[in-house]
């Protein structure tokens, strides 16, 4: 608890911005691998709550749905992809490589990779429109996208004792700057819409610049590799300010909303700018709470939404923590009637969902689920689901952090129209396939005549190294029933019980994510445990288990 007090102490500056006071306070999530394969995010870009891009081997996008990375690499000719921008409220990025390769992403399509700048590396890119880009290379060179195109570059002056670092940052067609380390500090240059010019040195100790970033023609913000951050206010840059101590080198990069910024540096600390000032006192350290580990960029798409990503495929979100309950189905479930389905209530008010409607012959979790639709309102019942019975899995989103699969209530048996029809059970859903199976039998009712009881947690619960997590249920009361959920570093599992009144129950629940196991290398792991019942209020408890072999 003393972690999180301090993450939310050192970031409430940001829940500020918003300019509407929030139910919850946000907060640095649960780190979820979005590379399968643990490699380094070099950046990233988020134009908008529901949309977020990162650049590591290829890059990874989370646009309106559950996250993917290409089937087909998008640009197999280099070896990293450095850097990636977004125009803001759109779902256009332009990817820049270590290759000299440039290519776009648009509403789901990737562009073909276009050779820009021979061999020689790209290092940074923005895009304030469409139609409009600025890239810079290792040695200095600007590249200009305009209408779909890319123009030949032309060079900037080389700083004395140049770095080899640049970075750059553009707020229209008309206004971009431009950065170029040196051992004297920052050399920086001006766009003016049709030309570039030098401008002179920003002093910042010699260290190389790790983020820039402009929100208008007035306000830019500079952090550099040695922890210091320059203000830009229109005209000229102010005097740099100290800002992480926290080593030699802590590689210091920030995002801006407006004028107030988040800043993060390599070794998972945070610091908030807001109202011309780095907040004073020591940073929060957001590793433990959310298991990133070695932050190479961020960025935000509100003052209350922000991603961070790391060397080993992780990104964690700023929001509010979601809470997510489960989806309904409402109506009458006979053929040829249409049935309704309501989202899943979460906290946070921007995001995009994912629903698989599914068919089944049986309620139990067990049984091999047919999809047969993906609309996010409702499905007409067909000659197919007579008989069967129906649940919704639903994922919901926002940023890089993903919620689900979360489970409805069951509908069924359907009826053909020849007998009385019924309408949906509030029994919930079983686990989705690869999931569990409770060792109690199933409820196939919606309702149970008894008083309903309360579930907990027996001692013994443990998890093994393929992340199946064994948990032991006790009722007591009345029958209890429900659903269980777990989560933990931002894979799931769910489980359904059915407990006679003073009895117990084993469950065995699977923790995964699109299809990925979920692999422990702890002694000891942290769940996020959610008994839910079939009617009452859910529980929330944090169990910290053994692993075994």
């Known amino acids: ?26 907060a640095w999530l649960d780190a979820q691998r979005i590379d399968s394969g643990q490699s380094a995010l070099n950046a990233v870009s988020c134009p908008s709550a529901t949309t977020c891009v990162a650049a590591g081997p290829v890059p990874v996008v989370q646009d309106g749905g559950p996250s993917f990375e290409p089937a087909t690499d998008p640009d197999p000719g280099a070896s990293a992809l450095n850097a990636v921008s977004c125009t803001p409220a759109t779902r256009f990025c332009v990817f820049v490589d270590d290759n000299g390769g440039a290519f776009t992403y648009d509403s789901g399509t990737f562009g073909t990779v276009q050779d820009i700048d021979a061999t020689t590396e790209l290092e940074s890119v923005s895009c304030p429109g469409t139609t409009f880009c600025m890239a810079i290379d290792h040695n200095d060179k600007v590249f200009k996208y305009s209408g779909g195109t890319w123009d030949g570059g032309s060079q ?175 109506g009458t479930a006979t053929v040829g009637q249409a049935l309704t389905l309501t989202h899943a209530p979460i906290a946070e008010s921007n995001v995009w969902h994912y629903d698989d409607w599914r068919r089944c012959d049986n309620p139990d979790a067990g049984c091999t689920f047919d999809p047969i639709s993906t609309s996010q309102t409702g499905y007409a019942l067909a000659s197919d689901d007579a008989g069967k019975y129906l649940d919704v899995r639903e994922y919901i989103g926002f940023g890089f952090d993903q919620e689900g699969p979360l489970l409805s209530n069951i509908v069924g048996p359907i009826s053909d129209g020849s007998t009385p029809s019924t309408t949906p059970t509030t029994t919930p859903s079983g686990s989705d396939s690869g999931g569990s199976s409770p060792s109690t039998g199933a409820t196939t009712g919606g309702t149970t005549s008894a008083q309903p009881g309360t579930a907990g947690v027996g001692r013994g619960s443990r998890a093994t190294r393929g992340g199946v997590v064994t948990l032991h249920l006790t009722c007591t009361g009345g029958p209890c029933s429900g659903v269980v ?64 072999s």
């Open 485 to 548: 959920r777990l989560s933990a570093h931002g894979y799931t599992g769910h489980a359904r019980y059915s407990i006679a009144a003073g009895k117990t129950a084993t469950l065995k629940i699977k923790l995964t994510r699109h299809r990925r196991a979920l692999r422990i290398r702890s002694r000891r792991i942290t769940v996020t445990l959610v008994i839910a019942p079939a009617a009452g209020t859910a529980q929330r408890h944090a169990l910290k288990l053994n692993v075994y």
């Open 156 to 330: 900037l002056l080389q700083p004395g004792g140049f770095t080899s670092t640049t970075r750059v940052a553009c707020v229209s067609a008309s206004f971009c700057i431009a950065l170029a380390g040196s051992s004297s500090g920052d050399r920086w240059y001006l766009y003016n819409g049709s030309s570039w010019a030098a401008q002179g040195l920003i002093d910042v100790s010699g260290g190389t610049p790790e983020s820039l970033s402009c929100t208008s023609s007035s306000f830019c913000m500079l952090t550099s590799e040695n922890g210091t951050a320059s203000v830009y206010g229109g005209s000229s840059w102010g005097s740099p300010a100290t800002v992480d101590t926290y080593n030699a080198a802590p590689q210091l990069h920030s995002a801006c909303v407006g004028v107030s910024c988040v800043g993060v540096d390599y070794y998972d600390n945070v610091y908030t700018y807001a109202s011309g000032a780095w907040a004073p006192g020591n940073p929060a350290n957001i590793h433990a709470a959310t298991g990133v580990a070695g932050i190479n960029d961020v960025a935000c798409a509100t003052a209350t939404l922000c991603v961070a990503v790391d060397g080993l495929g992780d990104a964690t979100t700023y929001a509010l923590p979601p809470n997510a309950g489960s989806p309904a189905i409402a």
């Open 1 to 26: 608890m003393g972690v999180w007090r301090g993450i939310l102490a050192a970031l409430c500056v940001l829940c500020a911005l918003s300019g509407a006071a929030e139910a919850a306070t946000p």
